[in-house]
């Protein structure tokens, strides 16, 4: 890429605009990796001084410094890959693909460099009086050097950074070939009467989508990154379902996939666990989670698996009986939405003109953290973000204080990431002066002009979902950067947005967003009722669907066998045969050709995470209802004792001081139907 001129690049200079939002009016895909580049040779000059001073190691002039440096990094690192998952134009994949090996090396430079550790053991270890949050933020570092392979001889540390180095080159090409895979799966079919079921808005998009595309007069539905497609929910077409399904599943096999790409991953962890002195990259990567070990999570996930796949047999029987003939994988969410309607009453199409998009953020979404936790929401049409479609608002507090920023990008785009998720633009930060700035990424089919925005119920809960993640963000108060709200352990990160979904059906909250978006008449008081009957519907299938996904994942990363399978295919049914999970009616949430979260996006080993973290959730839900609902006193509880402190202390720590006690799984259990 052609380094920009030092003068020329915003990235390299603190934004000027409010809350110091990155300033994309002005910033382009080719400021980054020069950014990037600068700002990691910043650093290096920042932590040599540090190393070398002749003063004795203090907290203030060793961590307090450290914690100052490296601004220009951090906005390059956050611009680069926040905006490559966002954007996925070719100029943000090549700034990437340069930078993610770069930013490898240099992290396994910064924390094998002996000296630092040296100079943070001496502090930890002088006897000094530290606040709670800096003894936490010692131990923090301290642990982070030890498994990033500090004590390593020095032939080990450098293979170390060698694998470290090609693991995110890696990862990049595995996000980017996926997204490219998804695409190209798309499916094409010719008449609109294959895509009955569908709305006549739905079918206009498919139309314009393929004209788009090069298929003129065809019709184009494009895939998700799940492996079950929202359209098999209303295709009456069973043979373009079949169709559907197996474009979703295939994806990514091929020549041309990703299946390489994910071997060498799995060998090259394996390799750098043992390394690092464990026996699997699972109980690596598990080493620094709330989960005591590996065993304690293969145990859980075990336990669950033979009920969840008695639901989704019991599921399947009912749904035959009412479709009259044995259903098949691409059957399942079809007769799944006519057991709703028939059983309860619940027709996910009829629902869709109650959830329209802006009510559902203003009146739901907002509205529920409004009545929770006071906070208000402002519109700043004045700031620009990085795609038209991006919408900024500033967050107040309840007594007018400006607490941050958050930008919502709610559609889909060819070239967008699949999936949903939240990112930091700007960590909150007291010795830094920083309030936060936080984004949503959602991927919500967008209409044509002039129509509305119409959610699915999946959908709702998603938006609910992610902002969670945005409060926890937006929340933080803690002094140091490292330590801000989202940057807790992964298997504790889904927490907090997993309780947001709780005021999806909250009485006071549906009733305020629930409006059909023509009349403004309220969803009749009836279908709320059945809604919370249909709670447990369904969880057969998600909690099979969701077991066999994370199972596959440690399958292939809690080996401590260092042969890497040839036949991706085949060991997915051996490792799902081991835990008795080899039901091809439910297909796992996704495959291993696009797995991204676990080849590309951080939760190697990691994606047990989201069920970890609901036992949690299961018991800050019932701790809500004991203690009186959507309270201000409650949400108070919530904010100051969990949210706002991040890492700043241990996280269960933070969860005990909330609910009073330890977590139970029972919660949880009864939650899924698996008591």
Known sequence: MTNSPVAENPLLTPSTLPYQLP??????????????RAGMDEV??????????????????????MERGGQTLARAATYVFALSSALGTPEFDAAENEVAPLYAQFRSELYMNRGLYERIKAVSESGAAFTAEQRHLLDELLRDFELSGVNLGAAEGARLVEINSRIAELESQFGQTATRNRQAAALIVDSADEL?????GEIATAAALAADNGHEGKYQISLLSPSSQPALARLQDRDVRRRLLASSL?????????????????????????????????????ADQTAPGLDAVMEMLTRMAPAALANAEREAEIMAEVAGHDIEASDWAFYSDQVQREKYAVDSEALKPYFELNRVLNDGVFFAANQVYGVTFT??????????????????????????????????RETKKGGAWM???????????????????????????GSPALLTMDEVRTAFHEFGHALHGLFSDVYYPRLQGTNVPRDFVEYPSQVNEMWILWPEVIANYAKHYETGEPLPAETVVKLQEAALWGEGFGTTEYLKAALLDLAWYGSRDAQVPEDVEAFE????????????????????????????????????????????????????????GMTRENGDKMRYELLARGNSRDPLESFRALRGRDASVEPLLKKRGLA
Not at 23 to 36: I, Q, T, Y
Not at 382 to 398: A, C, K, Q, S, T
């Open 423 to 449: 990112n930091n633009l700007v960590d909150q930060s007291g010795l830094l002066g920083n309030k936060p700035v936080v984004m949503n990424n959602l991927n919500i089919p967008k209409p044509p002009e």
């Open 250 to 286: 295939a994806r990514g096999l091929g020549d041309g996939g990703t299946t390489a790409i994910l071997r060498e991953l799995v060998a090259l962890r394996s390799e750098q666990a043992a390394i690092l002195g464990f026996d699997s990259h699972a109980e690596y990567k598990i």
């Open 44 to 65: 290096r000059a920042e932590i040599d001084a540090i190393v070398n001073n002749p003063e004795p190691p203090t907290f203030e002039n060793t961590v307090e410094a």
């Open 23 to 36: 300033d994309f009016a002005n910033l382009r895909a080719e400021h980054g990796a020069p950014a990037f």
């Open 379 to 412: 519109e700043r049409e004045d700031l620009v973000g990085y795609h038209p479609d991006v919408r900024v608002w500033e967050v107040f507090n309840e007594d007018g204080s400006p607490l941050g920023l958050f930008l919502g990008d709610y559609f889909a």
């Open 573 to 628: 049914t051996e490792a799902m045969n081991a835990v008795g999970l080899q039901y091809d009616l439910v297909p796992p949430r996704y495959r291993s050709a696009y797995f991204a979260h676990i080849f590309a996006g951080g939760y190697s080993a990691g994606y047990y995470s989201y069920i970890w973290s609901e036992v949690l959730d299961a018991e800050t839900v019932e701790w809500f209802k004991e203690n009186g």
């Open 196 to 200: 009955a079921g569908l709305t006549d």
